[in-house]
């Protein structure tokens, strides 16, 4: 074995740990910024309906909407 090698095969041992254990946090703490956007509004909500004109509003465009932006 050469030097070359063993510095491949040490980077590549640690570039997997770092990507194993970077992969295991985000399934086992799952963090907050995983569930919802910066308002608040949680991922996956479903529309909501106009009471004006019927047809669905994305709840962040709703948000923002009040929010003035």
């Known amino acids: 074995m050469t030097k070359g090698y063993l ?3 040490t980077l590549s041992v ?3 740990a770092v990507s194993v254990g970077s992969l295991s ?3 086992i703490a799952q963090p907050d910024y995983l569930h919802a956007d910066r308002d ?3 991922f996956y909500t479903p529309q909501v309906i106009n009471p004006e004109g019927g047809e669905p509003l994305n709840m962040g ?4 909407h009040y929010k003035g932006e």
């Open 40 to 42: 608040g509004v949680p």
């Open 14 to 16: 640690a570039v997997t």
């Open 7 to 9: 510095a491949m095969l």
């Open 61 to 64: 465009e709703l948000i923002r």
């Open 25 to 27: 946090y985000i399934v």
